[in-house]
C-alpha cells in the first residue's frame, strides 16, 4: 500500500513527467521522404507533404527519426521545423524582487527555462569535430582553382564581359 509520502512524491513528479515523456512534435518545412534508414541511399517508405505534422521519435547526426500517422522512417533534420517551447517564471525573484525593481534591475526578466534545438554545422556532432584531420590533397585541389587579378580581368576581357557597379543596400534595410 502506498505510502501518503509516496502518493505525494508521485504527484509531485506527474507534471514534469509529462513533459519529459511526451514525444517532440515538428513539422516538414518543405516536402520531403520518410526513409527507411538515415541515409540518402536508403529506401523511401513515403513522401510527405511541406507542413505534414511528425512526432519525433530519435535522432542521428543530421537524421530525424520521426513517425507521421502510422509510419515511422527518417527525415532529414534540417527538412523539419520544431515547435518553439518557452516556459517563463511569473516569480517576482524572491524577497528582493520589489528592491530590484526600484534600481532598475527588475525589468524584463529572461525566461526561467527554454528548450532549443540545433544541429551544429551540418548536422556534425562533436565526435566527427574531434576526429577530424586535414585533408592537403583536397587543400592542393581547391588551391588549383584560386585565379589572380590579371588572369580574371583577361578571362573577363575575353568572354566580353562589361563591369557592373551595383550601389550598397541603405543599413537598416527597408524600400
Known amino acids: 500500500m502506498p505510502t501518503p509520502l509516496s502518493r505525494l512524491l508521485l504527484l509531485a513528479w506527474l507534471p514534469l513527467a509529462g513533459g519529459a515523456l511526451a514525444q517532440e512534435q515538428a513539422s516538414t518545412n518543405r516536402a520531403t521522404d ?4 538515415p541515409g540518402f541511399d536508403s529506401r523511401t517508405v513515403a513522401p510527405l507533404a511541406s507542413g505534414a505534422p511528425v512526432k519525433v521519435v530519435s535522432r542521428q547526426g543530421g537524421w530525424t527519426q520521426v513517425e507521421s ?20 517564471s511569473s516569480s ?48 592542393r585541389k581547391l588551391q ?22 551595383v550601389a550598397y543596400a541603405a543599413e537598416g534595410g527597408g524600400s
Not at 102 to 128: M, N
Open 144 to 165: 588549383s582553382f584560386r585565379a589572380d587579378r590579371a588572369s580574371a580581368e583577361r578571362f573577363a576581357k575575353e568572354a566580353k564581359l562589361a563591369p557592373v557597379t
Open 34 to 37: 520518410l526513409k527507411e534508414r
Open 69 to 88: 500517422g502510422t509510419q515511422r522512417g527518417w527525415v532529414r533534420a534540417f527538412h523539419l521545423r520544431f515547435e518553439a517551447t518557452v516556459v517563463t
Open 92 to 139: 517576482s525573484g524572491g524577497s528582493l524582487g520589489g528592491l530590484t525593481s526600484i534600481f532598475g534591475f527588475g525589468g524584463r526578466k529572461a525566461p526561467e527555462t527554454s528548450r532549443v534545438a540545433t544541429l551544429g554545422i551540418r548536422g556534425l556532432t562533436p565526435e566527427d569535430f574531434k576526429n577530424a584531420s586535414p585533408d592537403t590533397a583536397a587543400l
